[in-house]
């Protein structure tokens, strides 16, 4: 069985820091390319950013100021994000993607980020 979980929102203030952390089991953890999605209230869910093997790939809107990264050993997928703004206010999830596929169907609960200005 598939599972996601995120970790790390929080309330911040604007211009702070937070690292979340997404956790996969069921999987092997290795064989996907990763992402992070955020969905803001009356919004769409958006993609911020995504891991391959050999690329990585940010929404303009953080662009500078989130880093991606991910640890294979533990099944574990990071977004440091620095600099934020009350924009950045979202629930953010992880998900999974394997080669030559789309966005799986399998999110976790999500991880609330408020900032504050």
């Known amino acids: 069985q598939v599972q996601l979980v995120e970790s790390g929102g929080g309330l911040v203030q604007a211009g702070g820091s937070l690292r979340l952390s997404c956790a996969l089991s069921g999987r092997t953890f290795s064989n996907y390319a990763m992402g992070w999605f955020r969905q803001a209230p009356g919004k769409e869910r958006e993609l911020v950013a995504s891991?391959?093997?050999?690329?990585?790939y940010y929404a303009d809107s953080v662009k500078g100021r989130f880093t991606i990264s991910r640890d294979d050993a533990k099944n574990t997928m990071y977004l440091q994000m620095k600099s934020l703004k009350p924009t950045d206010t979202a629930v953010y999830y992880c998900n999974i993607k394997p080669p030559g596929s789309s966005w799986s169907g399998y999110w976790g609960q999500g991880t609330q980020v408020t900032v504050s200005s």
């Open positions: 891991i391959s093997w050999s690329s990585t």
